[in-house]
């Protein structure tokens, strides 16, 4: 019998408890983990320095995308207004054309009617000086420029837009030239306004009616002059000649900027490469 079957419980406990492995304190095995605060945890400078360009990185081309993407944007808007300004250029150039051309009429009108009416043979041509007389103001037209593109990108600040300098100065020396057109357009329709009334003096206005209704020479017979009085028919001849003159000086101030336009046309079309 082995001896230790001898031994009192007690001391049998005892020992079957000094056999067994005791278990070892947790702390001895678990891993220590080091707070990012901890003082042996500290970044070294150049970790700083490689954030900190990172950042400024980041943020450098952030910025440069976006102004990328402004000054596109700009560039577009400005070939935009380029195009149009060159559909608004090409629309005045047709409209000097057409007011030359009109105006060549009125200069032929009246320098039949003038000396007609001075003429000791009046009495034969009434039918051919009343038509005259009322075409002058049939024909007499006023000049407008179409501005539409300049006004718009002046009135919003987009002007700014176009950068290339000649270009700018070109479009704004054009435009702002087409205000002595709006004086020369007051002087004429003050002439206008006085020849119509001298005519109230001189012609029928039953008869001027059938003219600007059918726009040719009335029927001969009933047709008369309202008075012979050489001082009103000089009037209104002098008021005519008023007229005249008016227009050959607006004719000169539109051919100049007709050739003003069709400069600028082929400047924004070599700098923006436009068609």
């Known amino acids: 019998m082995n001896e230790e079957q001898n031994l009192p419980p007690e001391i049998q406990q005892e020992k079957i408890s000094q056999s067994e492995p005791q278990p070892q304190p947790q702390t001895e095995n678990m891993e220590v983990h080091k707070h990012p605060h901890h003082p042996t945890n500290k970044k070294k400078w150049g970790e700083y320095l490689l954030e900190f360009v990172m950042i400024f990185l980041a943020v450098t081309l952030g910025f440069f995308a976006e ?47 003038i000396p007609l009416m001075k003429s000791n043979e009046r009495e034969t041509h009434l039918t051919k000086i009343y038509y005259l007389a009322r075409m002058i103001t049939l024909k007499l037209l006023i000049h407008f420029s179409n501005k539409r593109t300049y006004e718009q990108m002046k009135s919003s600040g987009q002007l700014r837009l176009i950068e290339n300098r000649q270009v700018a100065d070109s479009i704004n020396s054009y ?48 047709v008369k002059l309202l008075t012979d009085d050489p001082i009103t028919i000089n009037e209104l001849l002098t008021s005519a000649q008023y007229i005249y003159g008016s227009l050959r000086l607006a004719q000169n101030i539109t051919t100049q900027r007709q050739q003003s336009a069709e400069n600028l046309i082929l400047i924004i079309k070599k700098e923006y490469h436009l068609e």
Not at 76 to 101: C, G, Q, R
Not at 183 to 195: P, Q
């Open 67 to 113: 102004s990328y993407r402004e000054n596109l944007k700009d560039r577009t808007k400005e070939n935009e207004f380029m195009a149009s300004i060159i559909k608004d250029l090409k629309s005045d150039t047709a409209t000097y054309s057409d007011y030359a051309k009109n105006n060549a009429e009125i200069y032929a009108i009246i320098d039949s009617l």
């Open 175 to 222: 435009y702002n030239s087409l205000e002595i057109m709006n004086s020369f357009n007051d002087v004429l329709l003050e002439h206008d306004y006085d020849y119509m009334r001298l005519m109230g003096k001189v012609f029928n206005a039953e008869i001027l009616l059938t003219i600007l209704k059918e726009r040719k020479e009335p029927s001969p017979g009933s």
